[in-house]
C-alpha cells in the first residue's frame, strides 16, 4: 500500500456504459496501484506476443520498459534516445503489422528561439531492445507558441500509419492550433505532407489519440476548448479516412464525447484525453479532469474514466482508479491498456505528493451484463 493514495483496506469502485453486447462495467482494484518508477507522459502497450510495454520520458531521455507478468513487475530501463537540448516526452509505441515497433515523441528544446520543435521517431526490429532509424519526422518553430505537440500513431489494415499531432506551426501570429495528420506507407521511414484534419478557429485542438474502431471509422478523442468553457474531451470521427476535409467547429463530426447528462460546467478543466476501445465494443475515455478538485486547473486534476458505446459516443458514469489523491496532487498526462481479456491498466504521472511522485499503474476488471 501506498501513502497518501490507496485506502486502508481493499476497495473497489465501478463505471459502466452500455455498448451493442450489454452494459460494461470496470471495476477498479484501488490495492493494484503500483509506483513505478520516476518519470511523465506513460503509455502502456501490449505486443503480440504478450508482454507488456511501458514507455514514458524523464528529461532529456526517453526509455521502454517490459513487463512479462501483466505488469506485476518490470524489466530494467532500455534506453531509446537522448539528447541534452531537449526536453524528451510524450513517448508513444505503435507495434507494427511487420512487428516492428515504432517509439514517437515530442522534443521542446530547453532553451527557446534556439532550437526547433520536433515531433520524432525510432524503430526497433527486435521487440524494442536496440533502436534505429531516428528521424524527425516533423519540425516546428523555435518558440512554445509556434511549437508542435503529442503524436500518437495508429496503423489501418492496408498498413498505412497515420501520426497525428496538435501543431500551432501554421498559426504563427495567434495561439491557434490544429491536429495536424502525416501517413506513412513505408513501415514509418517516410511520411506524407502534412494534413490538417481539425481546427477550430481561434482555439487551441489538441492531445489527439485515434482508434480505428471495429465498425471500421476513425475516432479521434482529442482536447477542444470552444465546445464548452475550458478544455473539455471531444471525438472528432470520419468514415472515409478524411476524403472530407477538415472538421471544424460546426462540421457535424465533431461531437461532445460526453453524453449529455455527464457534460461537465464551462469553468471544469477535462483536457488530455485518451481513448481505447475493448475487445467487447465498449469504449473507453480517460481525462484528467478537475471535477470535484480544489482548483480548475491541470495542477489539481485527477484520472476519470468514462465508459462509452461500440461507436465511442455516450460516456457516462466516470469513475477514477485514485480516490483518495491528496487535494494538492495531480494525476496527469493519463492512459488506458487492456492487458487481458478481463482487465484494464490505467497509467499516470502523479505528483504533489509526500513520496513516489511519478508513473502509477492500477488496473480494473472489465465485466459485461444484459
Not at 87 to 102: I, M
Not at 290 to 319: C, I, M, Q
Amino acid at each position: 500500500m501506498k501513502k497518501g493514495i490507496v485506502l486502508a483496506c481493499f476497495c473497489l469502485i465501478a463505471a459502466w456504459g452500455y455498448c451493442q453486447g450489454g452494459k460494461t462495467r470496470i471495476t477498479w482494484d484501488y490495492s493494484s496501484q503500483k509506483f513505478v518508477n520516476t518519470g511523465v507522459y506513460a503509455r502502456v502497450k501490449k505486443l503480440a506476443a504478450g508482454e507488456l510495454c511501458l514507455v514514458y520520458s524523464q528529461g532529456p531521455t526517453i526509455w521502454i520498459r517490459k513487463s512479462t507478468d501483466e505488469g506485476q513487475s518490470w524489466l530494467p530501463a532500455i534506453k531509446v534516445s537522448e539528447d541534452e537540448r531537449y526536453n524528451y516526452t510524450n513517448s508513444e509505441l505503435l507495434q507494427l503489422q511487420n512487428g516492428w515497433l515504432l517509439y514517437t515523441w515530442n522534443a521542446r528544446p530547453r532553451e527557446e528561439n534556439r532550437h526547433e520543435y520536433l515531433i520524432m521517431g525510432a524503430i526497433s526490429k527486435d521487440q524494442g531492445e536496440t533502436w534505429e532509424a531516428e528521424q524527425t519526422i516533423y519540425q516546428a518553430g523555435k518558440n512554445f507558441h509556434n511549437g508542435c505537440w503529442e503524436p500518437f500513431a495508429l496503423q489501418l489494415p492496408n498498413g498505412e500509419i497515420q501520426l497525428y499531432f496538435a501543431n500551432e506551426l501554421p498559426y504563427p501570429q495567434s495561439y491557434e492550433q490544429e491536429i495536424t495528420l502525416l501517413r506513412s506507407f513505408s513501415n514509418g521511414t517516410l511520411w506524407s505532407p502534412p494534413q490538417t484534419v481539425s481546427f477550430r478557429k481561434g482555439k487551441r485542438d489538441g492531445m489527439p489519440v485515434a482508434v480505428r474502431l471495429q465498425n471500421g471509422e476513425i475516432a479521434l478523442a482529442i482536447e477542444d476548448n470552444g465546445i464548452a468553457g475550458t478544455f473539455k474531451p471531444v471525438i472528432v470521427r470520419t468514415d472515409d479516412n478524411w476524403k472530407g476535409g477538415t472538421v471544424r467547429a460546426d462540421t457535424p463530426q465533431r461531437e461532445h464525447a460526453l453524453a449529455r447528462p455527464y457534460q461537465l460546467p464551462d469553468s471544469v478543466y477535462a483536457g488530455a484525453p485518451y481513448l481505447i476501445q475493448l475487445k467487447n465494443g465498449a469504449t473507453l475515455l480517460a481525462v484528467q479532469s478537475s471535477e470535484s478538485r480544489n482548483g480548475t486547473t491541470e495542477k489539481y486534476a485527477n484520472l476519470r474514466v468514462y465508459v462509452g458505446d461500440e461507436n465511442a459516443r455516450n460516456f457516462s458514469s466516470p469513475t477514477t482508479p485514485y480516490p483518495t489523491l491528496p487535494p494538492q496532487a495531480h494525476a496527469l498526462w493519463n492512459s488506458l491498456c487492456q492487458i487481458n481479456d478481463s482487465t484494464v491498466m490505467a497509467v499516470s504521472s502523479l505528483g504533489g505528493l509526500e513520496q513516489e511522485n511519478g508513473i502509477w499503474t492500477v488496473t480494473g476488471k472489465i465485466t459485461t451484463s444484459e
